[in-house]
């Protein structure tokens, strides 16, 4: 969906010179481009693109959520909560997580620690049926993260295709002929596109639902807490 997005104003382009096929041209290079799995391609291409920009995300943050909410210097959760996620973690990592001021004495061996922590969280909560919600948050960072990734070449392909569709636009209003409703509707839909994809596609988007992710991975602590129990 992410790539769809960003070559969606391609297809609003070609409407705008190709009106009377918008239906049937647009619904046979779906066709096409899904059954030789361009459209499969195109999805791999944004996760790539968004992978590789991960790392930047996170350092605009202060680093991953997870490990961001585990640190006694940066979380948002109470004391009690985060005293509690850390008393599990420690039992299932077998070594005690630091405690405020060895954190402040060595950050980056407090940090592996805790990331240590969340790849075996990670690894108790694969199973989706267990972690719907969990799963719901980790899809949403996902979808927002590699939109976030694509946004150059978005941007640019947007900025292409304005051109391509104001162009019948432009020739009517040169030679004096009634505006078509089509292209000019089309134009309007890409710059809202362009605009969308410039204002609302940053980091503090994707944040929302990594924050988000990284509270419900925590709180799995208490259901592995509570089996061990059993």
Aim: aromatic share 10%; hydrophobic share 45%.
């Amino acid at each position: 969906m992410p790539a769809f997005l960003v070559f969606l104003p391609i297809g609003l382009a070609l409407a705008a010179w190709f009106p009377a096929q918008l239906f049937t041209g647009w619904r046979s290079a779906m066709t096409i481009a899904g059954y030789f799995g361009v459209l499969v391609l195109l999805s791999e291409l944004g996760r790539d693109q968004g992978k590789k920009k991960e790392a930047e995300l996170f350092k605009l943050w202060g680093g991953k959520p997870t490990t961001r909410m585990l640190r006694h210097r940066h979380t948002s959760l109470d004391a009690v909560t985060l005293a509690r996620y850390h008393s599990v973690i420690s039992r299932l990592i077998g070594k005690a997580l630091p405690t405020r001021d060895n954190e402040k004495a060595d950050p980056k061996s407090a940090d592996a620690l805790y990331e240590s922590g969340v790849k075996l969280l990670l690894e108790r909560t694969r199973d989706a049926g267990k972690f719907p919600l969990l799963l719901k948050e980790n899809t949403s960072y996902g979808f927002r993260r590699n939109l976030w990734g694509m946004k150059p070449a978005a941007i640019f392909i947007c900025c292409l295709s304005l051109i391509a569709s104001l162009v019948p636009v432009c020739a009517a209003l040169f030679n004096q002929t009634p505006l078509p409703p089509l292209p000019l509707a089309l134009t309007v839909s890409i710059i809202v596109l362009l605009v969308w994809w410039i204002l609302r596609v940053k980091s503090d988007w994707i944040r929302i639902p990594g924050d988000g992710y990284a509270q419900r991975l925590l709180a799995a602590c208490d259901l592995i807490s509570e089996g061990e129990s059993k």
